[in-house]
């Protein structure tokens, strides 16, 4: 696609299910990235794929974050038994191969827990 | 670790005049990218302008120039002739360029610009 596209755009669920997020990063760009956002924050991040493999996953908060990138595309956030305090925008980055720097962002998704 | 610090939440401006905001950084890292960018409310993050670490000139975007203090580690934006548009979420952030793996941009918390009629 011409741009990183994320669905759901919004997604409200109750405490304690579990969600997946998804994200198709830009044709070609073998980077991806998740950041989450709190309400007024900066962009945190939470993990960083070079391919299939996630190359560094330091910012995931804890065990009940997860995400994949089987083929090397698409990426799946999955966060189980949510809290509250994981509401918040979830947004998808991709990354031309290169070391240039620039991010392309999707326009996130935004998790309501209830 | 890296840390990008915005001081000032909260920006406000006139139609066509010039409004700078700030940005510091701290890393021992002498190789890196900074970068600012623009989320309104769609809430896509868009680049704005780009400053690698090596090059002493200030990058300039149209409107859009930066002041890059390499020792002070300081990275302000000046919009100058400012439009309604422009009025957003700005966010400071560092990339680290070369080694490792580690290739993640670090953000501020951003300043809300309002740009007044």
């Known amino acids: 696609g011409a741009g990183v596209s994320q669905t759901p755009s919004n997604k409200v669920t109750e405490k304690g299910k579990y969600v997946e997020l998804r994200c198709d990063p830009i044709s070609g760009h073998t980077a991806l990235y998740w950041y989450r956002q709190s309400l007024g924050q900066g962009p945190e991040f939470l993990i960083y794929f070079q391919g299939t493999g996630a190359a560094d996953d330091s910012g995931l908060p804890n065990d009940r974050f997860f995400a994949v990138r089987p083929e090397g595309s698409v990426s799946t956030l999955k966060i189980q038994r949510t809290e509250r305090g994981d509401s918040a925008v979830y947004l998808c980055?991709?990354?031309?191969?290169?070391?240039?720097?620039?991010?392309?962002f999707g326009e996130g998704s935004r998790l309501t827990v209830l | 670790a890296q840390t990008v610090t915005q001081s000032q939440p909260e920006m406000s401006v006139q139609e066509a005049e010039t409004v700078t905001l700030s940005c510091t950084y701290d890393?021992?890292?002498?190789?890196?990218?900074l970068f600012w960018y623009k989320q309104p409310p769609s809430r896509q993050m868009i680049l704005v302008i780009r400053q690698e670490a090596y090059k002493q000139q200030n990058a300039t975007e149209n409107r859009f120039s930066v002041n890059f203090q390499k020792a002070a580690k300081s990275f302000s934006l000046k919009i100058s002739d400012s439009q309604l548009g422009d009025a957003a979420m700005y966010f400071c952030?560092?990339?680290?360029?070369?080694?490792?793996?580690?290739?993640?941009?670090?953000f501020g918390k951003g300043t809300l610009l309002t740009v007044n009629p």
């Open positions: 980055a991709s990354r031309a191969p290169g070391i240039t720097g620039e991010l392309f």
């Open positions: 890393t021992s890292e002498s190789d890196y990218y």
């Open positions: 952030a560092y990339y680290r360029r070369s080694g490792g793996s580690n290739y993640k941009l670090t």
